[in-house]
């Protein structure tokens, strides 16, 4: 009997550690796939309510009726370049080909948030809309137009720069690079969600 005893023992602790072993190895992988199921379908969620927001923010613009950004000008014939890749990153924006020196207008009326000199951008510009819900944004300008400067209310139509190829445009390819982006509730000019403009112009192409 002194014999057995510890050897029952052993099995009560050996059948202890196999249900512990157990819930290790079923229950726990159980559980972490459940959570990443829900993780998953809070992904596709996300992305549904993503897509909605962007089908309103279009619905939106279109029904602003945008200037296309450069006087004289229209939309037909323009390429959607959004979703080409650029580098290591996506393009995001729409390229319109143009003379040197064409001006160009606010699409809508607004507020100048920023002019802005960056690398690739060159001299560029964010202006608001008259609700702060979105920056329109024009790059590789020439030059500014005369007296424009921050904080500015522009008229829509009104000219607030010219066509060039500051920044990383190519030299003999002057063109206006424009987009449209969706600020987030701090309203900061530099950080938003772009839209295709694209989309915006020509819906009934897409
Ligand atoms: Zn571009």
């Known amino acids: 009997m002194r014999k057995k005893l510890p050897s029952i023992e052993a099995l009560i602790v050996g059948a202890i550690s196999i249900c512990v072993l157990l819930a290790f190895f079923v229950f726990i992988?159980?559980?972490?796939?459940?959570?990443?199921?829900a993780k998953s379908v809070s992904d596709s969620k996300d992305s549904s309510e993503l897509s909605e927001e962007l089908e309103e923010d279009l619905e939106d613009l279109r029904d602003r009726e945008l200037l296309f950004p450069l006087q004289g000008f229209t939309p037909e014939g323009i390429r959607d370049s959004f979703l080409e890749a650029r580098g290591?990153?996506?393009?995001?924006?729409?390229?319109?080909?143009?003379p040197r020196h064409t001006p160009v207008v606010a699409v809508e009326a607004g507020k100048i948030a920023r002019l802005w000199i960056s690398q690739y951008g060159g001299i560029t510009i964010y202006q608001f809309d008259p609700t702060t819900t979105y920056a329109y944004y024009y790059a590789h300008l020439e030059s500014y137009a005369h007296n424009l400067k921050e904080q500015d209310r522009v008229k829509k139509g009104q000219v607030i720069g010219y066509v060039g190829t500051s920044g990383n445009a190519p030299k003999e390819t002057p063109h206006l690079h424009f987009t449209i982006y969706k600020l987030t509730d701090e309203k900061h000019w530099w950080e938003g969600t772009p839209i295709n403009p694209y989309q915006v112009y020509l819906p009934s192409v897409n």
């Open 29 to 37: 992988p159980t559980a972490q796939e459940t959570s990443s199921i």
């Open 88 to 98: 290591d990153h996506l393009h995001e924006a729409i390229d319109i080909i143009a």
